[in-house]
Structures are given as C-alpha cells and as structure tokens.
Nanobody, 123 residues
Framework: QVQLVESGGGLVQAGGSLRLSCAVSGRTFSRYAMGWFRQAPGKEREFVAA???????AYFDSVKGRFTVSRDNAKNTVYLQMNSLKPEDTAIYYC?????????????????WGQGTQVTVSS
C-alpha cells in the first residue's frame, strides 16, 4: 500500500514563501509521476504542478515563475517550493502519485492521494 503524507503548510503573508513536502512510502517511488493539486473553499480541485520520474515538469499557468516542483528519489519525497504567494493561492494542497499518468494535469490519472495540507495566504 502506498501512502502519501504532506507537510509544510501554514499561514503566511502575501509575498512570502512556503515549502511543501510529500513523503511517499513504497519501493517504486522513483517510477511514479508526482503531482500537486489544490482545492479552495467552494471551488473544484485544480492542478498546480507535477513531475515525472524522467524529470519532465508541468505547471499551472498561474503559478509559473513562482512555484517550483522537485523530487528526491533517495528520500521518496516530492517538494513544492512556493514563492511570491498570493491570497488566491489559499487552499488545501494535495500531493498525488501515479504509475501510469498520461496527462499530468488531470487528477484522474493519479492512483494515490495524501490527506492534504492547508496553505493560507493573508493579504
């Protein structure tokens, strides 16, 4: 069974930074595509960023240039560095893992999900 545990969320002022981490159990982490999604109150879950085992990366347009996704296969961990945070980034952030992810931006391709971590950006 694969388990994902996010950490690093919190309250930050606009313009600040946070670094989210997602620790993954399982022996095949290095072969998973890893994604970050978020869901704000009253809104649909949306794609934020993702990284394949090959290292290819995708970002949602609104976070390009501000967020950076990375992974450390030796530590079975994926990260989301978030800079220049805005109040509209406020949401619960989820990490997800999938072994056969065709479209990184689509949540339907991911097999495993974490419990989420709250990010709140004050203005």
């Amino acid at each position: 069974q694969v388990q994902l545990v996010e950490s690093g969320g919190g309250l930050v002022q606009a313009g600040g930074s946070l670094r989210l981490s997602c620790a993954v159990s399982g022996r095949t982490f290095s072969r998973y595509a890893m994604g970050w999604f978020r869901q704000a109150p009253g809104k649909e879950r949306e794609f934020v960023a993702a990284i394949r085992w090959s290292g290819s990366i995708a970002y949602f347009d609104s976070v390009k240039g501000r967020f950076t996704v990375s992974r450390d296969n030796a530590k079975n961990t994926v990260y989301l560095q978030m800079n220049s945070l805005k109040p509209e980034d406020t949401a619960i952030y989820y990490c997800a893992a999938g072994s056969r992810v065709y479209a990184l931006e689509s949540s339907n391709w991911y097999d495993y999900w974490g419990q989420g971590t709250q990010v709140t950006v004050s203005s």
